[in-house]
């Protein structure tokens, strides 16, 4: 089992900047891809961004490429996502989510683990 717990959303100006961070506990985090997903109120979960385990490859969703940096320090299990440059649009529920595959995916059933997810709200 891994546990994943999020923290770092909250109200931020557009053009704002925020960091999200993701604690993992449990099995070797190292041996994990993660990724970061996120849920708009009356809209499907969608792909944000996803590392490998090493750290050396991660891909982004077309909307957030250029802005969101997703990082990992597997000393401290714990994977970052950088947002920069935020939008109206980027407001929705960030989860974290764990996958036991052997590279960085974007799809949603891959993924094994989830966090409880942190409010991001970006202001217009």
């Known amino acids: 089992q891994v546990q994943l717990v999020e923290s770092g959303g909250g109200l931020v100006q557009a053009g704002g900047s925020l960091r999200l961070s993701c604690a993992a506990s449990?099995?070797?985090?190292?041996?994990?891809?993660m990724g970061w997903f996120r849920q708009a109120p009356g809209k499907e979960r969608e792909f944000v961004a996803t590392?490998?385990?090493?750290?050396?490859?991660?891909y982004y969703a077309d909307s957030v490429k250029g802005r969101f940096t997703i990082s990992r320090d597997n000393a401290k299990s714990t994977t970052y996502l950088q947002m920069n440059s935020l939008k109206p649009e980027d407001t929705a529920v960030y989860y974290c989510?764990?996958?036991?595959?052997?590279?960085?995916?974007?799809?949603?059933?891959?993924?094994?683990?989830w966090g409880q997810g942190t409010q991001v709200t970006v202001s217009s």
């Open positions: 989510a764990g996958a036991g595959v052997s590279g960085p995916t974007g799809r949603s059933h891959d993924y094994n683990y």
């Open positions: 449990g099995r070797t985090f190292s041996r994990y891809v």
């Open positions: 590392i490998s385990w090493s750290g050396g490859r991660s």
